[in-house]
T-cell receptor
Framework: KQEVTQIPAALSVPEGENLVLNCSFTDSAIYNLQWFRQDPGKGLTSLLLIQSSQREQTSGRLNASLDKSSGRSTLYIAASQPGDSATYLCAVRRGDYKLSFGAGTTVTVRA | KAGVTQTPRYLIKTRGQQVTLSCSPISGHRSVSWYQQTPGQGLQFLFEYFSETQRNKGNFPGRFSGRQFSNSRSEMNVSTLELGDSALYLC????????????FGQGTRLTVV
């Protein structure tokens, strides 16, 4: 069974600081890893998708790395803004079509 | 292009009733998955459909069922509702391949009283 862990569970930083969010998974036989953002009471917004053959993926201020052999991914958010406050979730997809999610990291960016 | 559309957005039902939730995927997407999100359990997989066939099912009781239509739209049904079924139900769509990106709808907030 795939276990996905996200540390820390919550994070509070001043505006402008860089954010580092961690995700680990137990089964390295994955097709891809996806990072999502969720605002309170809302659905999930896809941020980045990293295929199992890739080492990293970038979009604007976001950069995600993947080390499949060690079962780890890190999401970096540069120069954080109050609008980045949300819960960030990572999910891995295996061959059984489903996404296995971590519990998320709740980020607060203080103005 | 239009995103994943879930209806209704909010529902209040009484214990013992049944409910049907709807999901319209992104145009061209043939895979639809359903997830339940609760504060205690997080996001849990319910089932996945492709071309009207269920390809995988999570560990939920038989009260939870779903189907997919020929236009890829999907519905999930929960019968004999229990208080513990109160949750945010999320639908995701993606292309056929396992290595493609999943896009989620805004969810249906179900409250069972």
């Amino acid at each position: 069974k795939q276990e996905v862990t996200q540390i820390p569970a919550a994070l509070s930083v001043p505006e402008g600081e860089n954010l580092v969010l961690n995700c680990s998974f137990t089964d390295s036989a994955i097709y891809n890893l996806q990072w999502f953002r969720q605002d309170p009471g809302k659905g999930l917004t896809s941020l980045l998708l990293i295929q199992s053959s890739q080492r990293e993926q970038t979009s604007g201020r976001l950069n995600a790395s993947l080390d499949k052999s060690s079962g780890r991914s890190t999401l970096y958010i540069a120069a954080s803004q109050p609008g980045d406050s949300a819960t960030y979730l990572c999910a891995v997809r295996r061959g059984d079509y489903k996404l296995s999610f971590g519990a998320g990291t709740t980020v607060t960016v203080r103005a | 292009k239009a995103g994943v559309t879930q209806t209704p957005r909010y529902l209040i039902k009484t214990r013992g009733q049944q409910v049907t939730l709807s999901c319209s995927p992104i145009s061209g997407h043939r895979s639809v998955s359903w997830y339940q999100q609760t504060p205690g359990q997080g996001l849990q997989f319910l089932f996945e459909y492709f071309s009207e066939t269920q390809r995988n099912k999570g560990n939920f009781p038989g009260r939870f069922s779903g189907r997919q239509f020929s236009n890829s739209r999907s519905e999930m049904n929960v019968s004999t509702l229990e208080l513990g079924d109160s949750a945010l139900y999320l639908c995701a769509s993606s292309l056929e391949q396992r290595n493609t990106e999943a896009f989620f709808g805004q969810g249906t907030r179900l409250t069972v009283v």
